[in-house]
């Protein structure tokens, strides 16, 4: 199982970014997939999750109706499309699964919300 983000980077208060993570080494399709974010100093915090087929998503209360999570079960990649951003939502954004009983996580990408 491999997880891979991207898209991460530097954007001012109020702008967006889509995140990427594509997964190989499972069927995607038949898996939810999570989106976790971890500030500096904190602990690694829920973010969304969406089911494996894409009709069902869950949001944490810090984003809900800021960000999107969506899948493309053909590309085998989850989305993440953050809009409105604000400083706080700066982190490392980690995608995961649990394929099997084993969970597995990305490398992380960097989202850094600043003036």
């Known amino acids: 199982v491999q997880l891979v983000e991207s898209g991460g980077g530097l954007v001012q208060p109020g702008g967006s970014l889509r995140l990427s993570c594509a997964a190989s080494?499972?069927?995607?399709?038949?898996?939810?997939l999570s989106w976790y974010r971890q500030a500096p100093g904190k602990e690694r915090d829920f973010v969304a999750r969406i089911s494996s087929g894409g009709g069902t998503t869950n949001y944490a209360d810090s984003v809900k109706g800021r960000f999107t999570i969506s899948r493309d079960n053909a590309k085998n990649t989850v989305y993440l499309q953050m809009n409105s951003l604000k400083p706080e939502d700066t982190a490392t954004y980690y995608c995961?699964?649990?394929?099997?009983?084993?969970?597995?996580w990305g490398q992380g990408t960097q989202v850094t919300v600043s003036s």
């Open positions: 080494g499972f069927s995607f399709s038949s898996y939810m």
């Open positions: 995961t699964t649990h394929v099997l009983k084993n969970e597995y």
